[in-house]
Every structure is written in C-alpha cells, then in structure tokens.
C-alpha cells in the first residue's frame, strides 16, 4: 500500500520526546530519535502508555500519520498477526459525542465495513489486534468549548483498553494554558498546592516534531520535484528531465537558504516546490527578503495566476477569487469556531455579494464558479476544506489588513488574531501599516485582552513606542504605559497608576484595574515577573489613590495621599501574611 506517491518524497520525522520535572514543566532532553522507529518499539512494548505526536502547522504530523498508516497495513496484508491500522481524522468532529457514535458514523458512512459492530471493535482494541491513529485533535478543539473538548478527550481515552495502541496527534495551540496540557497529555489537575492524578484518565508519552535539517529540506525539495515530473510525464524520466529538476531544485534551495528557519517547516518547503513547478516563478522575486508572509503572498498570487489563465476561469479575475476565499475564511473563524471544512450549501449569500458574476445566471451558477475556481479540495458530496490550516490564517490576517480596525473594531479583531493568524500579521510589510492599529484605541474599544495590547505594542515596535504615539487623552494610554515600563520598574509604574487612579476619568481607572492583575498574572506565567514585590503591594497604591480620588472629590484635603505608597514598600514575603 502506497498513499499517493508519499513513498518517492518523504523524509523520515525525528522528533524529541518531552520530560517533566517535579513542577510538571516540560524539557526536552537528551538527542532527537527517528519517531518511525520510536513508534516501532512501543508497539512491541508491554503495555506501555499511549503516544501524542505534538508539531506545528506544517511539521508533518499528517504525512507521519500517513506513512505509518501505510507501513502498518502493508505488514496487516502478509501477517494475519499484525496489528490493523485504523486512522481517524479528529477534525471531522464538531461537538463532543460518544465514541460509539464516532465509529459508527466512521465505519457505516465514511468507510463501509459490513457487519461492523461496537462491542466486537471494542474486543479487537483490547486484545491487541488494532493500531488507532487520531489525526488533528487541534482541529476538534477550534470547533469546540474547553469543557466539550475534554469531554471529548475523555471519549477517545476509553480506546486506551488492554493491549491497545492508541498514537494521537496535533498541534500544541490546541491548548490555551499549561493546565489545560496538562490535564488532557498528562491526566493531572493543578489544585492549589500542587496537583491530583484524574482517575481513569491516562498519562501520554510525548513527542515533539524536530523541523527539517537543511540536508533533509535539500532532499526533500529534490525528492519532490522529481515526484511531480515523474507524475507529469506518466514514465520513466530521460537523463535530460533529471537533469533539469536537480537545477530547478538547485535553484529553489538557494532561495530556501535564505531563510532556513522558515523552509524548515515542511509546509514552506512544499509551498516552495509548488511555485517552482510554475515555469513563470522567478525565485529572484523575494529579493532576499524571504518571510512567511511573502512567501504565502507569492504562493496565492500564483495559485489566481494559474487559474485565470484557463480560458473559462478568465471572466473572474484572481484578485476577486482570492477576496472570495478571505470573505469564506473570515466567516469560518468567525461563525465557525475556525473549522476549515464546510458545506457549499451553507456559504452566506451575503459572501458573494459585489463580486463579479463572471458567466454566472444566477446565485447557483455563482457559487459553483467561485467553488470551482477557488484553492480548495472537496471531499464527499459538497463538502470543501482549506488543503493546509495555515492557507486560511494567512488569508484572515490578509483581510485584517485590507481592513485596518476602526475603533470600535479592535475587541472583533481581538478574537480573529490568534496563533497563525498573529503569526502572519507579525510578518506584514511595513506598508501593512499593522503598528499604527493601537492609534485607534478608545473608549468604544471593547473588552481587549492583555495578549492583544501586547500584539499591538509588538507591532508598533514597542510598548513604549505605542504609549508615546496614542493620543493622551485615549482611556488606554496610561494601561500601555504601565505595561511598557520593565519589569522591575516598581516606583515609575505606582506613579503611573496612583496619577491615573486621583485624576483620569472613570473609564480610564477602570481600564487600568480590571488589567492589571491580568498582566501580572501574565508576566508570572511567561516567569518575567520580579522575584520579589511580585505585586509590588499595588493593592495600597490602588486603595489609597481611590481615598485620595474620593477626598478630592468631596473637596477635602486628603491626611492619606496616593504620593506616600510610591515610596518603596516592605515585600509580601517580609510580612509573611498579608494584612
């Protein structure tokens, strides 16, 4: 059994496998491994526990599960021993369900099994006769609340029975804390002074996707290339053809040189092999200034290129196809929870609205013609999907670009901007103009996350560059202020806060303490925060800039003004209580 030609292009994954220590912080230790191998011998482990694969978007985790996929049935073929490979694509899965439920859809819709029954798959499972493989439980999470997504979990650990194997994959954004890893990879709860094991709930052995060395994105560049040529030609390659791609991939490769880091994924690299086969790519476009951005900027213009040089596609240029398919992504993130999977039926009518009709009659005949023009694959029926999660992140941030945030935009572009999506906005051109957004804050902002000011600062080059460019009177100014002072500027920070408290209006103030506690919670998590005043004892700065705010306001003369808790403050930890 062979999965589409992966054979002739894969490079076998290494990976590290991930260590705790008695806090239950994760280190890497020791060399990488080949995870084929790793996987080998815990399949003829006794009872070992079960595996999670963890990797970015694009580290090949779906190409691993392929190639095992692959191997595992082809030994099932010749020995009636071995364990049969079955492999479940998580990302199918929209609410929580039972696993009965699951299977049932999974063998009697998707995949037909005659006679298949539960119970009996539930006794193969046990008696070590299968080798589960679930694909993308990062993909169920963007669909899911945290409490269904555990719940779902739990479902899928009820496989982990007996002899069974049970191999499960995914990106690490799927989590949004470390107590959230740590309940689902390691089966514990933090409770306040330390953690309880959950019963029933297994504890995985991890492994981390290693990005390629730059021999191996060499080869597989090389490898690839030839896969497509031999596909192309339908026969055996002269040494003239085999000559050409091994320029081509010298060509590419250089480029990749550039910027190694970004070609170690193995989606960049495979992206830069697609717009190689395009005999009109010109690897000199980058110009040096190879980024994630102006790499997927490239791929997509290549990709409408292509399509609107076919004489039916024509009537619809590709700069509206490409708008159809950021409004398509934008609604997903949006009304989906971030699937990148849907039915044609259920694309709001009002996604095609001002775009050309091209040939189309009607709204039907539209949005076939955009269907079938667009950069998606289709499975059964009217299902069509995003071919990589990474294609629609860069599409959103795309748009969010197209469309600075207005002030009373920032608390919807809070929600967009997450994981890949702040990844590609981080990589904007300059003329993007991302680092003037935070310009815009204002009263009518919404409810913004310390992560998003944080994005904003970043973009604008710095905190302290972005509090020193808002307007003064922005009810925001004094929180990013705060926030861009270091760590450890304890005095300048109180100073900020009690001036804010005695003379700001209520809705600065109240901007400013229902933040605060968040971004030093924030600063703790990332272990920036000081070793000592971690609160820097702000509780009496606060307390006594209200009497003070209070006092001034009856017109009395404060006894108790904020100025004498700027002064530094004995630590929480030389008091030992609180009082």
């Avoid at 006769?129 to 990062?138: A, P």
């Avoid at 009537?315 to 159809?324: A, K, N, S, V, Y």
Wanted: proline content about 5%.
């Amino acid at each position: 059994m062979t999965v589409d030609g992966l054979n002739r292009y894969y490079i076998p994954a290494r990976a590290r496998q991930a260590h705790y220590d008695d806090q239950h912080k994760s280190a890497l230790r020791g060399d990488d491994v080949s995870l084929f191998e790793a996987v080998q011998d815990w399949l003829v482990e006794n009872r070992p526990p079960p595996l999670a694969i963890l990797g970015g978007y694009g580290a090949g985790k779906s190409s691993f599960a392929k190639r095992l996929m692959a191997d595992q049935a082809n030994k099932a073929l010749s020995d009636p021993t071995a364990r049969r490979p079955v492999l479940i694509k998580l990302g199918n899965i929209t609410r929580s369900s039972s696993l009965d439920s699951l299977l049932g859809s999974l063998f009697t819709s998707e995949y037909v099994v005659r006679g298949y029954s539960f119970p009996r798959f539930k006794e193969l499972n046990a008696k070590g006769r299968l080798l589960i493989i679930l694909d993308g439980f990062d993909e169920m999470k963007h669909a899911m609340t945290w409490t269904e997504f555990r719940n779902e979990i739990q479902e899928l650990n009820a496989l982990n029975d007996g002899e069974s194997r049970v191999l499960l994959l995914g990106r690490p954004t799927a989590f949004t804390s470390d107590d959230e890893h740590l309940e689902v990879l390691r089966g514990r709860r933090r409770i306040a002074g330390g953690t309880r094991r959950l019963h029933d709930w297994p504890e995985f052995r991890e492994y981390d996707l290693e990005p390629f060395t730059r021999a191996e994105r060499i080869r597989f560049v090389e490898q690839l290339l030839l896969s497509i040529e031999l596909d192309r030609c339908g026969e055996a390659l002269s040494d003239a053809q085999i000559l050409s791609v091994e320029g081509r991939a010298q060509e590419v490769n250089a480029l990749a040189d550039l910027e190694d880091e970004v070609f170690g994924k193995t989606v960049h690299a495979k992206i830069l092999v697609d717009l190689a086969v395009d005999p009109d790519f010109d690897p000199g476009a980058f110009k040096g200034n190879v980024t994630r951005w102006s790499l997927y900027s490239e791929f997509f213009a290549m990709l409408a290129r292509r399509e609107t040089s076919k004489a039916a596609r024509s009537p619809i240029e590709g700069e509206h196809r490409l708008e159809f398919l950021r409004r398509v992504a934008l609604w997903l993130w949006e009304e989906r929870d971030g699937m990148t999977s849907f039915r044609a039926s259920d694309i709001p009518t009002q996604t095609f609205m001002d775009l050309p009709d091209g040939d189309a009659d009607n709204p039907e005949e539209k949005r076939r013609e955009y269907l079938a023009g667009a950069f998606l694959e289709r499975k059964a029926a009217d299902t069509f999907f995003f071919p990589h999660r990474s294609f629609a992140e860069f599409l959103i941030a795309e748009h969010l670009v197209r469309h600075r945030p207005a002030s009373g935009q920032h608390e919807h572009y809070d929600k967009l901007i997450q994981g890949g999506v702040e990844t590609f906005l981080q990589d904007a051109p300059p003329e993007a103009r991302v680092g003037e957004w935070g310009m815009s804050l204002s009263a009518n902002s919404g409810i913004l996350s310390i992560e998003y000011l944080m994005f904003l600062g970043a973009a604008a080059g710095g905190l302290d560059i972005l509090a020193e460019a808002m307007p003064k009177e922005s009810p925001w100014q004094p929180l990013v202020g705060v926030f861009a002072l270091p760590v450890n500027a304890v005095n300048e920070r109180r100073e900020i806060i009690a001036n804010t408290i005695v003379s700001a209006p209520l809705e600065t103030v109240a901007l400013l303490l229902c933040r605060i506690s968040r971004y030093w919670a924030l600063l703790s998590e990332l272990d920036m925060a000081p070793k000592e005043d971690v609160l820097c004892d702000y509780s009496q700065v606060v307390a006594a800039a209200l009497i003070t705010r209070g006092i001034g306001l009856s017109g009395k003369t404060s006894r108790c003004p904020a100025t004498q808790f700027l002064k530094p403050q004995p630590s929480s930890s030389t008091w030992g209580v609180q009082p």
